[in-house]
């Protein structure tokens, strides 16, 4: 039996969610994982203009 | 429409959902509505280029927050009641042709750290009763999308199965004081033929009873619950598991191994379930290269099943294929 372990170092990386409100009523939500990113706040869900973010927080 | 129809004979309810006929089926990889969506493409449920997990309502639910009003009414025998519940969708990369198999130990990390936060947020709800993450895999199980996906269903009640494992356990803890799971990982480690792989938070074995040939339970080494129980070093192992168990599937037949993975965990109905053992759950349906294990008279009829092969043997098969795990190459040996 082949004994598996892992030998990462511990990484400080912190995870967000960003929830969207689709058209349809539904909630989309994203995971983002890393340093946050310099234009991060000039993303927008730019396929349909009636979706909406509505929270955005570190989890 | 849907509602759920309470069974008489056994005790447990079933749920309609007819709009599911109408789901995406097998669209070619153009098509994909779980990809990002693209410039000039359609839109796909992604309304953006990328994303690296992502989680949404299922368009087909089978439960819903807010429930359309039965079709049917019920009766003393037959009772009904709306379907509230939640079916969420986990995307676990944007790559279309990948699977949970091909990604990284980082990617599946972040995925039980993604399944964490959905346990604790769904199971804060004041209407579900139990949350269940799962992944159907491969055409062979009936998969419509083939893009990399799991799904989570949020229950109004605690589903049978589960029931009946809490039972289990619930009643081998007052006969012994001891946890049922602790002691099948004794006795599994201890005689050694049905262990697949170990680290130092989890153990992969074919159980003594299972009931497919390839059946592979995780244990985790510690007693807990649930997800949200599990320390960051434990997430890890979690992953590094499911990776170990995942690689050492598709090169069995050298190819995309298709299986049902399901978490089992405790309810969230406020109940107390300290006897129970958070363990994870894969039942492939191949017997062989290109065979089938069919559920068929004896196993859905009576509810027995009937395993064609002997877990010690299926176990070493897949002992012989575990290679240690690179945290953050696609595969278990590059």
């Given at each position: 039996m082949v004994v598996t372990k892992n030998s990462i170092t511990q990484m400080a990386e912190e995870m967000r969610r960003r929830t969207v409100a689709l058209s349809d009523g539904r909630y989309l939500i994203f995971y983002e994982f890393g340093p946050i990113a310099a234009n991060e706040g000039e993303r927008e869900t730019e396929k349909t203009g009636s979706n909406t973010v509505i929270e955005e927080e570190s989890v | 429409m849907s509602e759920l129809r309470w069974n008489p004979l056994l005790g447990e309810w079933v749920a309609t959902a007819?709009?599911?006929?109408d789901r995406t089926f097998l669209p070619p990889e153009d098509y994909c509505p779980l990809c990002p969506s693209k410039d000039g493409g359609f839109p796909t449920e992604v309304p953006e280029s990328s994303y690296d997990i992502a989680v949404f309502e299922n368009r087909f639910p089978s439960l819903r927050e807010n429930p359309e009003t039965p079709t049917v009414k019920g009766s003393d025998l037959y009772p009904v009641r709306p379907s509230r519940g939640i079916c969420e969708v986990v995307l676990y990369s944007p790559n279309h042709n990948s699977t949970l198999a091909h990604e990284t130990v980082e990617q599946i990390y972040k995925l039980v750290r993604v399944w964490t936060d959905r346990f604790r947020e769904l199971a804060s709800?004041?209407?579900?009763?139990y949350v269940f993450i799962f992944e159907n895999k491969g055409e062979a199980i009936g998969v419509t999308l083939h893009h990399p996906h799991g799904q989570i269903y949020a229950y109004p009640f605690v589903p049978p199965r589960i029931d009946a494992e809490l039972n289990q356990a619930a009643g081998y803890y007052e006969k012994n004081q001891r946890c049922l799971v602790c002691d099948i990982q004794d006795e599994e480690i201890n005689d050694g033929r049905r262990v697949i792989s170990e680290n130092e938070s989890f153990i992969a074995v074919i159980p003594f009873f299972a009931r497919w040939p390839y059946e592979t339970h995780l244990y985790s080494r510690r007693h807990f619950q649930a997800l949200t129980d599990m320390s960051e070093v434990e997430q890890r192992d979690l992953a590094s598991m499911l990776k170990t168990i995942l690689v050492a599937y598709d090169k069995l037949f050298s190819l995309s191994f298709p299986y049902m993975m399901v978490m089992h965990q405790r309810p969230c109905d406020g109940g107390s379930y300290d006897t129970y053992h958070f363990h994870i759950e894969f039942y492939p349906p191949l017997r062989a290269a290109g065979r089938l294990k069919y559920l068929a008279g004896s196993e859905t009829g009576a509810g027995m099943f009937i395993n064609d092969t002997l877990p010690e043997e299926k176990a070493r098969e897949l002992r012989e294929l575990v290679e240690p795990v690179n945290w953050l190459s696609g595969a278990a040996d590059d």
């Amino acid at each position: 039996m082949v004994v598996t372990k892992n030998s990462i170092t511990q990484m400080a990386e912190e995870m967000r969610r960003r929830t969207v409100a689709l058209s349809d009523g539904r909630y989309l939500i994203f995971y983002e994982f890393g340093p946050i990113a310099a234009n991060e706040g000039e993303r927008e869900t730019e396929k349909t203009g009636s979706n909406t973010v509505i929270e955005e927080e570190s989890v | 429409m849907s509602e759920l129809r309470w069974n008489p004979l056994l005790g447990e309810w079933v749920a309609t959902a007819t709009q599911r006929q109408d789901r995406t089926f097998l669209p070619p990889e153009d098509y994909c509505p779980l990809c990002p969506s693209k410039d000039g493409g359609f839109p796909t449920e992604v309304p953006e280029s990328s994303y690296d997990i992502a989680v949404f309502e299922n368009r087909f639910p089978s439960l819903r927050e807010n429930p359309e009003t039965p079709t049917v009414k019920g009766s003393d025998l037959y009772p009904v009641r709306p379907s509230r519940g939640i079916c969420e969708v986990v995307l676990y990369s944007p790559n279309h042709n990948s699977t949970l198999a091909h990604e990284t130990v980082e990617q599946i990390y972040k995925l039980v750290r993604v399944w964490t936060d959905r346990f604790r947020e769904l199971a804060s709800l004041e209407f579900i009763k139990y949350v269940f993450i799962f992944e159907n895999k491969g055409e062979a199980i009936g998969v419509t999308l083939h893009h990399p996906h799991g799904q989570i269903y949020a229950y109004p009640f605690v589903p049978p199965r589960i029931d009946a494992e809490l039972n289990q356990a619930a009643g081998y803890y007052e006969k012994n004081q001891r946890c049922l799971v602790c002691d099948i990982q004794d006795e599994e480690i201890n005689d050694g033929r049905r262990v697949i792989s170990e680290n130092e938070s989890f153990i992969a074995v074919i159980p003594f009873f299972a009931r497919w040939p390839y059946e592979t339970h995780l244990y985790s080494r510690r007693h807990f619950q649930a997800l949200t129980d599990m320390s960051e070093v434990e997430q890890r192992d979690l992953a590094s598991m499911l990776k170990t168990i995942l690689v050492a599937y598709d090169k069995l037949f050298s190819l995309s191994f298709p299986y049902m993975m399901v978490m089992h965990q405790r309810p969230c109905d406020g109940g107390s379930y300290d006897t129970y053992h958070f363990h994870i759950e894969f039942y492939p349906p191949l017997r062989a290269a290109g065979r089938l294990k069919y559920l068929a008279g004896s196993e859905t009829g009576a509810g027995m099943f009937i395993n064609d092969t002997l877990p010690e043997e299926k176990a070493r098969e897949l002992r012989e294929l575990v290679e240690p795990v690179n945290w953050l190459s696609g595969a278990a040996d590059d």
